[in-house]
């Protein structure tokens, strides 16, 4: 009898389908960035973000509790910073009752298990826009360092259960691991942004936090030097086993949709956590095209959270987080 195998036996009904589903997106998933402001009952939309907000820190108790409610349990912290405090060695990241410190206990006082995550790098309180600290043209790696350090000491005083270093310098993740070792933060674990590509997908959360590299004379104009070139494929291993060896307890890939090849990779080479972060750009081309009624947004947004579970990701951080939730629940 021909075909013996008849693959559309396992396809006819949602019954069978289930069954054998290999994927399942659940809240468990998500990891939620946040964009916090100065100020008091801020809620302002992100323009190139719809549906997307900055939150002050007494509205940032409710979302908390709203994420709470919904089964996400994981929240990953950005602040908007005002320009007067911007540097070029970040100096207001060191702040102990910065608005990152505050936001960290902030979320901790209303909801005490939500797991607090918070972004080590320069780039939002640096006067350059950039990661590291800038000198003659340069951004210069081994200062930086250890300024991303003392910063994640910083947000381990503050509450922070995991510090996310998203600057690409190299050896940070040594030289972090050894900082919360010696101020004696040795459950603080450490999310390194691994594998994370100089992308033209980063627009809209430049736009959010008001965080593009300026235009000046003697400021590199982007983020090559330090972020990985999207051709690069062998290069992220090597740089995901460094950071591995240096002690990061979850890696990352970012951005997410067009890099799953990288995940695959990683996902076979390493027996570690790996996040895949789904950035703004990719969030902002979907509600783009819905918008437009060109395409259908939840199953365009499940297919592709699916697909990026698929590929390798434990962890999703995604601005669709909430939406997907909702969805599925
Ligand atoms: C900066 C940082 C960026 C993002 C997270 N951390 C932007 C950049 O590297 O310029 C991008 C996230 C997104 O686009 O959603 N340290």
Redesign the pocket.
Known sequence: MFPIRRHRRLRQNEAIRSLVRETIITPNDFLV?LFIVEGKSVKEEITSMPNYYRYSLDFLKDEVKLLWRLGLRSVLL?VKVDDSLKDNKGTEALNPNGLMQRAIKTVKEVCPDMLVMT?V????FSSY?H?GIVEKGKIINDATVEVLAEMSISHAEAGADFVAP???MDGRILRIREGLDQSGFIATGIMS?SA?YA?A??????D??D???VDMANVPKD?KTY?MDSANRNEAIRETEMDINEGADVVMV??GLCYLDIVRDLRNNFDIPIAV???????AMLKAAAEKGWLDHDSVMLEQVTSIKRAGADIIAS?FAKDVVKLIS
């Open positions: 960035p950005f972004d790098a320069l780039d939002p826009g990661d998203s600057d690409m942004y994370k992308s997908f980063y627009g809209p959360f430049r959010a936090l965080s593009a590299p983020k972020q970012k951005p972060y789904q950035v703004s750009g990719e969030y601005y």
